[in-house]
């Protein structure tokens, strides 16, 4: 066990409807990272926020948007959603602003239909 | 930015044969090169990792070793078991606040 946990573990939804996925990182992990994964994949980097600000961006669709809350915990937001975007999706936590030693949660595995 | 390459895509060895990853990084400002393993259905693990002031890092039957002036480093799994049957993923973090970029994965299976 990571640690980092994410919810749910699967979602089905239809296309064009909206899903939220939630991250709650390590204890005392200021940072979270989200990554996509699609089928036979690598990991794509969509974005990363340390102490509730944003700090770097991956190739994340205007379409998603995240947010860090003051408790530390994210949340990834999927709107429009297409068939394409069925992939897992990954939640990373660090200590610091650099993710090194970065622990991945179990991710959310989305299927639209 | 930072490129990662990955190799072989897939690998399929014997019950304690060796088996050997090989990343390459395009950054010479790399500083830290972790290695992950996926299982099915599972999150990526964070397995071993080496800073880029060291050439070699050993843990029990994993090692990763790293060759700053070529530009590569490798995952070397010795004595291989069927559970270390899984997708092994390289990443390298560049200088500065940077998230990991990462290799696009070798799905390593053990024959039993």
């Known amino acids: 066990d990571s640690g980092v946990t994410q919810t749910p573990k699967h979602l089905i939804t239809a296309t064009g409807q909206r899903v939220t996925l939630r991250c709650s990182p390590r204890?005392?992990?200021?940072?979270v990272y989200w990554y996509q994964q699609s089928l036979d994949q690598g990991l794509q980097f969509l974005i990363q926020y340390y102490n509730g600000e944003e700090r770097a961006k991956g190739n994340i669709l205007e379409r998603f948007s995240a947010q860090q809350f003051p408790d530390l915990h994210s949340e990834l937001n999927l709107s429009s959603l297409e068939l394409g975007d069925s992939a897992l999706y990954f939640c990373?936590?660090?200590?610091?602003?650099?993710?090194?030693?970065?622990?991945f949660g179990q991710g959310t595995r989305l299927t639209v239909v | 930015g930072e490129n990662v390459e990955q190799h072989p895509s897939t690998l399929s060895v014997q019950e304690g044969d060796s088996a050997v990853i090989k990343c390459t990084y395009s950054?010479?400002?790399?500083?830290?090169f972790p290695w992950y393993k996926q299982e099915l259905g599972k999150g990526p693990q964070l397995i071993i990792d080496i800073r880029s002031n060291v050439g070699e890092k050993k843990d029990q039957r994993i090692a990763v070793t790293l060759n700053k002036t070529a530009k590569h480093f490798s995952l070397h799994i010795t004595e291989t078991q069927p559970e270390d049957s899984a997708v092994y993923f390289c990443a390298a973090l560049p200088s500065g606040n940077t998230p990991l970029v990462f290799g696009k994965g070798t799905r390593l299976s053990v024959i039993a």
């Open positions: 204890s005392g992990d200021l940072s």
């Open positions: 990373a936590s660090s200590v610091g602003q650099g993710n090194t030693e970065a622990f």
């Open positions: 950054d010479s400002a790399s500083n830290y």
